[in-house]
């Protein structure tokens, strides 16, 4: 800057050179480009908040939500559940002896009724042939259990017929025995029936009442859940698919992850006590 005086007042003239640089936008000069797509990206990553701190940071809250749900499903299965099932042994169509621990390694579905009865049993049976159809085409194979409570006239050979000739789920597994076989049954699982009198037996021609309640078993042998004849066939087969689906998940998850984090994250494994037998 030259200064310079005349007549008492004084003033400045800026060089031309520098009244250029001053006069250039910032980032002009010849030392300071303009900022590119690539710096500010690369100031953008050296920012706290980077796109891998938010991912890590996403994940823990994930997790922490896997951990919630986790242990809330398993409260719900375990809680309020009944104390059903135990020991039991029958006979198949062919006569050779079925046992309640035969049936494990896989999915189950037992339903106690009669071959006599007029309407309730069949729809029932249709039901679940629907909801077994649905199953596999999904891939969740269960096995349907017929469990006669009329020992007295479904024997063997008239379990065989009925099957054969009916149209249900090809895999039914009928089963009979000695009315005490089949009483230590239905009690392992509640099962509400009549006991025919003597004169009915006599004339073999009689209803029985009973409670009317199909009960899905784990591959383990453990009651899950049960169905009552007012839910639906789409609705049966939902629940039951969900519960396949978690119960498989879990012991997928259980399967790959130390014992400690499995139980921290889905709570002590679900192993009822056995019960005496009935």
């Given at each position: 800057?030259?200064?310079?005086?005349?007549?008492?007042?004084?003033?400045?003239?800026?060089?031309?050179?520098?009244?250029?640089?001053?006069?250039?936008?910032?980032?002009?000069?010849?030392?300071?480009?303009?900022?590119?797509?690539?710096?500010?990206?690369?100031?953008?990553?050296?920012?706290?908040?980077?796109?891998?701190?938010?991912?890590?940071?996403?994940?823990?809250?994930?997790?922490?939500?896997q951990i919630?749900?986790?242990?809330?499903?398993?409260?719900?299965?375990?809680?309020?559940?009944?104390?059903?099932?135990?020991?039991?042994?029958?006979?198949?169509?062919?006569?050779?002896?079925?046992?309640?621990?035969?049936?494990?390694?896989?999915?189950?579905?037992?339903?106690?009724?009669?071959?006599?009865?007029?309407?309730?049993?069949?729809?029932?049976?249709?039901?679940?042939?629907?909801?077994?159809?649905?199953?596999?085409?999904?891939?969740?194979?269960?096995?349907?259990?017929?469990i006669t409570i009329d020992?007295?006239?479904?024997?063997?050979?008239?379990?065989?017929?009925?099957?054969?000739?009916?149209?249900?789920?090809?895999?039914?597994?009928?089963?009979?025995?000695?009315?005490?076989?089949?009483?230590?049954?239905?009690?392992?699982?509640?099962?509400?029936?009549?006991?025919?009198?003597?004169?009915?037996?006599?004339?073999?021609?009689?209803?029985?009442?009973?409670?009317?309640?199909?009960?899905?078993?784990?591959?383990?042998?453990?009651?899950?859940?049960?169905?009552?004849?007012?839910?639906?066939?789409?609705?049966?087969?939902?629940?039951?698919?969900?519960?396949?689906?978690?119960?498989?998940?879990?012991?997928?998850?259980?399967?790959?992850?130390?014992?400690?984090?499995?139980?921290?994250?889905?709570?002590?494994?679900?192993?009822?006590?056995?019960?005496?037998?009935?």
């Open positions: 800057r030259v200064c310079m005086f005349r007549f008492g007042r004084a003033w400045c003239r800026v060089p031309r050179a520098a009244r250029a640089l001053c006069s250039s936008p910032p980032g002009s000069g010849s030392g300071n480009s303009a900022p590119t797509a690539a710096g500010i990206a690369a100031r953008r990553l050296r920012s706290p908040v980077t796109w891998l701190s938010a991912t890590a940071t996403l994940g823990v809250l994930y997790g922490g939500y919630q749900y986790q242990r809330q499903l398993h409260r719900q299965r375990t809680a309020g559940r009944p104390d059903l099932g135990g020991p039991w042994s029958l006979q198949d169509t062919e006569g050779k002896t079925v046992t309640s621990e035969q049936l494990q390694g896989q999915w189950v579905l037992l339903y106690f009724g009669f071959t006599k009865c007029p309407d309730i049993c069949p729809q029932e049976m249709e039901k679940v042939t629907t909801v077994l159809q649905w199953l596999d085409g999904k891939g969740q194979p269960v096995l349907p259990v017929f020992p007295a006239r479904d024997d063997a050979a008239r379990l065989k017929h009925y099957f054969a000739e009916s149209e249900f789920h090809p895999r039914f597994r009928a089963l009979t025995g000695s009315f005490e076989q089949v009483r230590r049954a239905c009690r392992a699982y509640r099962v509400y029936f009549t006991k025919p009198t003597e004169e009915e037996l006599a004339a073999g021609d009689y209803l029985i009442d009973h409670s009317i309640i199909s009960y899905l078993l784990s591959p383990e042998g453990h009651f899950v859940e049960y169905f009552g004849k007012s839910l639906s066939a789409a609705e049966m087969e939902k629940k039951m698919s969900g519960i396949i689906t978690e119960w498989e998940r879990e012991k997928w998850l259980r399967g790959l992850l130390p014992e400690a984090v499995a139980e921290m994250l889905l709570g002590p494994r679900d192993v009822p006590q056995p019960r005496a037998e009935p």
